[in-house]
Nanobody, 123 residues
Framework: QVQLVESGGGLVTTGGSLRLSCAAS????????MGWFRQVPGKEREFVAR???????TYADSVKGRFTISRDNAKNTVYLQMNSLNPEDTAVYYC?????????????????WGQGTQVTVSS
């Protein structure tokens, strides 16, 4: 089992920044990659970014150049630095862990999820 706990969400104005954190515990050695997804009411969960344990990063086109995913292996923590935020980034952000490679942009590829953290960007 892997447990994930997100933190760092909040309310910012357009152009502002936030950093989300995701602390992992449990069988972390079995994880292939960790990712961030987001979801707004009435829509499917959307891929945001991913980082493999080898350090490969992948981003959704909508956040490329604005968001940066990184990790601290010693702390078993993954971060999502979000800059130049706009109201379209408003969502609940979820941290997820995948135990194997595959279609990284699909939520079904990830077997473990955090509880989510709200990010709200006001205009």
């Amino acid at each position: 089992q892997v447990q994930l706990v997100e933190s760092g969400g909040g309310l910012v104005t357009t152009g502002g920044s936030l950093r989300l954190s995701c602390a992992a515990s449990g069988r972390t050695f079995s994880m292939y990659a960790m990712g961030w997804f987001r979801q707004v009411p009435g829509k499917e969960r959307e891929f945001v970014a991913r980082i493999t344990w080898g350090g490969t990063t992948t981003y959704a086109d909508s956040v490329k150049g604005r968001f940066t995913i990184s990790r601290d292996n010693a702390k078993n923590t993954v971060y999502l630095q979000m800059n130049s935020l706009n109201p379209e980034d408003t969502a609940v952000y979820y941290c997820a862990a995948a135990l194997s490679s595959g279609l990284y942009y699909l939520a079904g590829q990830y077997g473990y999820w955090g509880q989510g953290t709200q990010v709200t960007v006001s205009s």
